[in-house]
Each structure stands twice: as structure tokens, then as C-alpha cells.
């Protein structure tokens, strides 16, 4: 499809396990993000990678959390020994150029839930 | 600390009539302010923008307005219809930061 692209769509893990969230953005768009959206709250930025620069990582809220993102394009987060706070819907984002003078387009992101 | 924060959870207004959407952010660093609305297990999707320097931005049925010496913005819908009910999160764009920063959301329910 033309949009984001995000997988899995929902994920029930049990605590202690690590779990990776996939984001497929827009084709050519150079920047993109990963917020989650825990119950109630707003979005949270979490990590931003543009191009080929170092990623944006200062919304990852602990070193259980990294991502990645291979070629330029596909993205994975991963977050290790998951916690029952960690349950939260995913979302990835991706942008043409970046903020400046682009919008973000999401995906329909990742639920996922910490037993 | 940069925040932007959107005070009610949910609204609910007849359908026809004006709905008003209201977000205050604390501090002046933010370049831009953006409206997103997303609904039920589906990505938010980009409604309307308005730059710092300017104080009011029209779209077809959507208005924002800033008020700078007040730090708050509002989305004006007029008329309301059924298909705007949705969650709609305001969002400020920090000058030389490349990301945004997201309220809460607050939920708006037109009613028939």
C-alpha cells in the first residue's frame, strides 16, 4: 500500500519477554518516528531517524528501548524485558523531508499489551 | 520543559453547530502548531496547521486561531458533522527540534 505500514497490529506478551515492532514507512520519505500512546495520555516521542544522520534517540525512556533502521527504510523497535508500564499503542511516522515544511503521516501502529 | 496541553478529555456538541477545541502550550519556542485527528484503530491523520507568526488559519470547514500572549490555540469547526467525531490532538512544532510534542487529545462526539 502507499501508507505506513506497521506490524504487529497487536502483541500480547508476558513481562520479562523482549518484543520488536516493524514500521514500514512512505517510499522516499527520508525522516521517520516512532511515538507510543500509552492509555489516556498523549502521543510520546520517542526516537527520530533522518537520512543517513545519527537517529534522534532522547525520547527512548530507558535502555530497555532501542530501535533501528536498516537501508534507509524499514525500521524496528525493540524493547527488551518488557514491562507492564511498556503496554501502549506503537506508532510510527514518516515525513518527505522531515518537520520543517512536512507532515507527518502515521501508521495505524502496534497495540501492545504486557501481561 | 516544552508541553502543550489539552485540558478536556471529550466533548460533545450537536451536530450543525460549532465545535471548539482548545490547547495551551507553556512556553514560546514553538515554530509551528499542528491539529491531528485520528479515529478508532487507525493512525492520527494531519488536519490543519498554523504558523507562530500568524494568528489564524482557515481550512473549508476548520479554523485554528493562536493567541500568542495567551499560549493557546483553538480549532474551530463549523458546522459539525458526524463523520468529525474522532480523537483530535493538538501539536507544537519546536523551533530547531525535529519532532513534535502532542497533547492529550481530547475526544469530540457530534451528536445526531
Known amino acids: 500500500g502507499a501508507g505506513v505500514s506497521q506490524s504487529p497490529s497487536n502483541k500480547v506478551t508476558e513481562k520479562g519477554k523482549d518484543v520488536e515492532l516493524r514500521c514500514d514507512p512512505i517510499s522516499g520519505h527520508t525522516a521517520l518516528y516512532w511515538y507510543r500512546q500509552s492509555l489516556g495520555q498523549g502521543l510520546e516521542f520517542l526516537i527520530y531517524f533522518q537520512g543517513n544522520s545519527a537517529p534522534d534517540k532522547s525520547g527512548l525512556p530507558s535502555d530497555r528501548f532501542s530501535a533501528e533502521r536498516t537501508g534507509g527504510s524499514v525500521s524496528t523497535l525493540t524493547i527488551q524485558r518488557t514491562q507492564q508500564e511498556d503496554s501502549a499503542v506503537y506508532l510510527c511516522?514518516?515525513?518527505?523531508?522531515?518537520?520543517?515544511?512536512?507532515?507527518?503521516?502515521f501508521g495505524e501502529g502496534s497495540r501492545l499489551t504486557v501481561l | 520543559d516544552q508541553q502543550v496541553k489539552q485540558n478536556s478529555p471529550s466533548l460533545s456538541v450537536q451536530e450543525g453547530r460549532i465545535s471548539i477545541l482548545n490547547c495551551d502550550y507553556t512556553?514560546?519556542?514553538?515554530?509551528?502548531f499542528l491539529w491531528y485527528k485520528k479515529y478508532p484503530a487507525e493512525g492520527p491523520t494531519f488536519l490543519i496547521s498554523i504558523s507562530s507568526i500568524k494568528d489564524k488559519n482557515e481550512d473549508g470547514r476548520f479554523t485554528v486561531f493562536l493567541n500568542k500572549s495567551a499560549k493557546h490555540l483553538s480549532l474551530h469547526i463549523v458546522p459539525s458533522q458526524p463523520g468529525d467525531s474522532a480523537v483530535y490532538f493538538c501539536a507544537g512544532a519546536p523551533k530547531g527540534a525535529q519532532k513534535l510534542v502532542f497533547g492529550q487529545g481530547t475526544r469530540l462526539t457530534i451528536n445526531p
Open positions: 512556553n514560546s519556542m514553538f515554530d509551528y
Open positions: 511516522a514518516s515525513s518527505l523531508t522531515g518537520l520543517v515544511g512536512g507532515e507527518l503521516f
